[in-house]
C-alpha cells in the first residue's frame, strides 16, 4: 500500500496564479484532510471531508477551495495565490467516527508563492 | 489564547538521556490525546495515544494525561539520536465534528 500520497512535491507560483494539490490514499478511508504548516503555528486545518461528495471548512478556509468526487482523491484548489499562502500542505486520512485519533499523513507539498 | 499550547524548543539532549515533552489544553471536551512524531520534510506520524486520563507505556514511550490539570505529557526514556524529530500532541473529542487540534510542535535534538 502506498498509503497517502500527494503531488506535487514542491510548488513556485506567482502571486495571482492558480494551482491543485492532488491528494490519494488507498486505505478506503472515508475521511480525508488538508492541513497547513507553518513555524510556531503547528498544523493547521483548511477543509475536512467526511465521506465521498462531503466537504467543511476548517480553521483557516479563506482563499481555498477543495474537491471530494471519488473516495480516493482529495484535491485542493488555490484561487489566486498570495504569499501567505506560502506553507507546507498535508493531506490526511482516517477512519470515520468519534475515535479520529489516528490520521495517515502524506509526504507534503512545499508551496512558495513569490 | 490556544486551545493547544506547546512549547516549540529547541529541546537539546544527549544520547540516554529521560526527554520530557509536554502540552497543555483549555477544552475539557478533549478525550483523545495523541502524539505525532514528524521527521525532517516528512509527514507527521502516530507515536502513541491515550483516552480519557491515565498513563500508557510503549518501549522507551510513556504518555500521560492528567485531565484536572488540562496537561499530557510524553516521557523518552534512553533517547537515542534516531529520536531527534519534532514531536506534535493533538487532542480531540466531541468539539462540534471530532476534529483534531494540534500542538505546535517541540523540536527535540538528541546528541550522540
Known amino acids: 500500500n502506498a498509503g497517502v500520497t500527494q503531488t506535487p512535491k514542491f510548488q513556485v507560483l506567482k502571486t495571482g496564479q492558480s494551482m491543485t494539490l492532488q491528494c490519494a490514499q488507498d486505505m478506503n478511508h472515508n475521511s480525508m484532510y488538508w492541513y497547513r504548516q507553518d513555524p510556531g503555528m503547528g498544523l493547521r486545518l483548511i477543509y475536512y471531508?467526511?465521506?465521498?461528495?462531503?466537504?467543511d471548512k476548517g480553521e483557516v478556509p479563506d482563499g481555498y477551495n477543495v474537491s471530494r468526487l471519488k473516495k480516493q482523491n482529495f484535491l485542493l484548489g488555490l484561487e489566486s495565490a498570495a504569499p501567505s499562502q506560502t506553507s507546507v500542505y498535508f493531506c490526511?486520512?482516517?477512519?470515520?467516527?468519534?475515535?479520529?485519533?489516528?490520521?495517515?499523513f502524506g509526504p507534503g507539498t512545499r508551496l512558495t508563492v513569490t | 489564547q490556544k486551545e493547544v499550547e506547546q512549547d516549540p524548543g529547541p529541546l537539546s539532549v544527549p544520547e540516554g538521556a529521560i526527554v520530557s515533552l509536554n502540552c497543555t489544553y483549555s477544552n475539557s471536551a478533549f478525550q483523545y490525546f495523541m502524539w505525532y512524531r514528524q521527521y525532517s520534510r516528512k509527514g507527521p506520524e502516530l507515536l502513541m495515544y491515550t483516552y480519557s486520563s491515565g498513563n500508557k507505556e510503549d518501549g522507551r514511550f510513556t504518555a500521560q494525561v492528567d485531565k484536572s490539570s488540562k496537561y499530557i505529557s510524553l516521557f523518552i526514556r534512553d533517547s537515542q539520536p534516531s529520536d531527534s524529530a519534532t514531536y506534535l500532541c493533538?487532542?480531540?473529542?466531541?468539539?462540534?465534528?471530532?476534529?483534531?487540534?494540534f500542538g505546535a510542535g517541540t523540536r527535540l535534538f538528541v546528541k550522540a
Open positions: 471531508s467526511a465521506s465521498e461528495g462531503t466537504t
Open positions: 493533538a487532542m480531540s473529542g466531541n468539539t462540534g465534528g471530532f476534529k483534531t487540534i
Open positions: 490526511a486520512s482516517s477512519q470515520p467516527g468519534g475515535a479520529t485519533y489516528e490520521q495517515y
